[in-house]
């Protein structure tokens, strides 16, 4: 699976946009794009996906880069609830195997100053 | 519904000593997966099933062994229980990947394991 890179922690305040990068220069084609958040002692969720175009749902936003070499999740309003760590994960569509593996980085610790 | 469900929630063994973790889901799901949790890591796969009766190993599956009898049903095994194995389990399901690939997978609360 191709590599990400995230910066280890971010800071917000509360109500502000909050931009998370993700770089991954080493993207092939079928790899998709997800992001997943980790809330303090909770399991994952998933947050959005993609894999050309922006994409948009009710949690955030995705804005993929042209080259796809990298990827930023956008968090319109931070709230102190949008306190986590954020996993930026590709994932091939894995031909026929289509076993649904993710493989998680360390992710970005965002933290939401009020 | 409950969602994923994870027994017990919190366990302290003995070196040695064996176990079993316990994911239940109420989903319908196809998929299962554990996955384990390091302090200030990143969760990392230990075994997978892609339905009932099948398992396939994970990125560090040495240590565990899973079975997956019936379909809501998948339990992750501690034969002998060693320090290295201390860390929070994570149980997730989803439905089989679309045509692009894609499945969400949601997670259980977590078992935190310690051993001594």
């Known amino acids: 699976d191709a590599k990400t890179t995230q910066p280890n922690s971010m800071e917000s305040n509360e109500e502000e946009p909050v931009h998370l990068p993700c770089n991954h220069s080493?993207?092939?084609?079928?790899?998709?794009i997800h992001w997943y958040r980790q809330l303090p002692s909770q399991g994952p969720e998933y947050v959005i996906h993609?894999?050309?175009s922006n994409v948009n749902n009710r949690m955030a936003s995705l804005a993929i880069a042209e080259d796809r070499k990298s990827s930023t999740l956008i968090l319109h309003r931070a709230t102190l609830r949008d306190a986590a760590v954020y996993y930026c994960?590709?994932?091939?569509?894995?031909?026929?195997?289509?076993?649904?593996?993710?493989?998680f980085g360390q992710g970005t610790t965002l933290q939401v100053k009020p | 519904n409950a969602g994923v469900t994870q027994t017990p929630k919190f366990r302290v063994l003995k070196t040695g000593q064996s176990m079993t973790l316990l994911c239940a889901q109420d989903?319908?799901?196809?998929?299962m997966y554990w996955y384990r949790q390091d302090p200030g890591m990143g969760l990392r796969l230990i075994h997978y099933?892609?339905?009932?009766?099948?398992?396939a190993k994970g990125e560090v599956p040495d240590g565990y062994n899973v079975s997956r009898l019936k379909k809501q049903n998948f339990l992750l095994g501690l034969e002998s229980a060693a320090p290295s194995q201390t860390s929070v389990y994570f149980c997730?399901?989803?439905?089989?990947?679309?045509?692009?690939?894609?499945?969400?997978?949601?997670f259980g609360p977590g078992t935190r394991l310690t051993v001594l």
């Open positions: 997730a399901s989803s439905f089989p990947t679309d045509r692009g690939g894609f499945n969400e997978q949601f």
């Open positions: 080493t993207i092939s084609g079928t790899d998709y």
């Open positions: 993609g894999l050309t």
């Open positions: 994960i590709l994932r091939d569509i894995e031909g026929r195997a289509n076993t649904g593996k993710l493989i």
């Open positions: 989903m319908n799901h196809e998929y």
């Open positions: 099933s892609v339905g009932e009766g099948t398992t």
